[in-house]
């Protein structure tokens, strides 16, 4: 148990559903992330949450959609997603989300599979 | 051309021999991660450096900011340390919390 908990493991959906991964972190922190993971290639950086405010979009589709409602949880909410999107999608969080360097507490993933 | 580089991609070793992965990067950099990923997912931050060296247990890191690289030793290697190994830097000119990432490699220690 990382203190970062997702939820679910594991989604498979149509492109036409719509679904949320959540993400809820035990730690304290007042940082949240989103990153994906696609096969074989880097992480990548999608949202940043500092106290409950959005802090970085990057330039990410608007079929994915953050929520943060409190600084414990995160959500990911998905519609009208494209195959391409199947990756795993990784939470964390951390004490501060500001230009500092901080060390990032990461939950197990969720594997996400758009058919 | 990744700002990250890591070599190898793969790499297989027998227990308890003597590993190390590499990180280059090419951008100044106000901090240094090494990650670790087992299958299933989950990523664990080993740490996190902007100078010199740390050692927790059997892994070492150092850096060198002048060559802008980092090694990942791991002594005594064992099958559960089988993983996927990820450097990601923190850029001296980046606001907020954007970590660029290499794309890993996948460490194999068979008994």
């Known amino acids: 148990e990382t203190g970062v908990t997702q939820t679910p493991r594991h989604l498979v959906m149509g492109m036409t559903n719509k679904k949320s991964l959540k993400c809820e972190q035990h730690?304290?922190?007042?940082?949240m992330y989103w990153y994906k993971q696609s096969a074989k290639k880097p992480l990548e950086l999608m949202f940043v949450y500092s106290l409950e405010e959005r802090v970085e979009n990057n330039s990410v589709p608007s079929r994915f959609s953050p929520e943060c409602p409190n600084s414990s949880h995160l959500f990911l909410h998905l519609h009208t997603l494209q195959p391409e999107d199947s990756a795993l999608y990784l939470c964390?969080?951390?004490?501060?989300?500001?230009?500092?360097?901080?060390?990032?507490?990461f939950g197990a993933g969720s594997r996400l599979t758009v058919l | 051309k990744n700002e990250v580089e890591q070599s190898p991609q793969n790499l297989t070793a027998q227990e308890g021999e003597f590993i190390t992965i590499n990180c280059s990067y090419s951008?100044?950099?106000?901090?240094l991660h090494w990650l670790q990923q087992h299958p299933g997912g989950g990523i664990v931050s080993l740490f996190m450096l902007s100078s010199g060296k740390k050692k927790h247990g059997r892994l070492i890191a150092t850096i060198n900011i002048q060559e802008k690289h980092s090694s990942l030793h791991i002594t005594a290697s064992h099958p559960r340390d089988s993983a996927v190994y990820i450097c990601?830097?923190?850029?001296?000119?980046?606001?907020?919390?954007?970590?660029?990432f290499g794309e890993g490699t996948q460490l194999t220690v068979n008994p």
């Open positions: 951008v100044g950099i106000s901090a």
């Open positions: 990601a830097v923190k850029g001296s000119s980046t606001s907020g919390s954007r970590l660029t």
């Open positions: 964390a969080s951390s004490q501060g989300g500001g230009p500092g360097a901080n060390v990032l507490t």
């Open positions: 730690l304290g922190h007042n940082a």
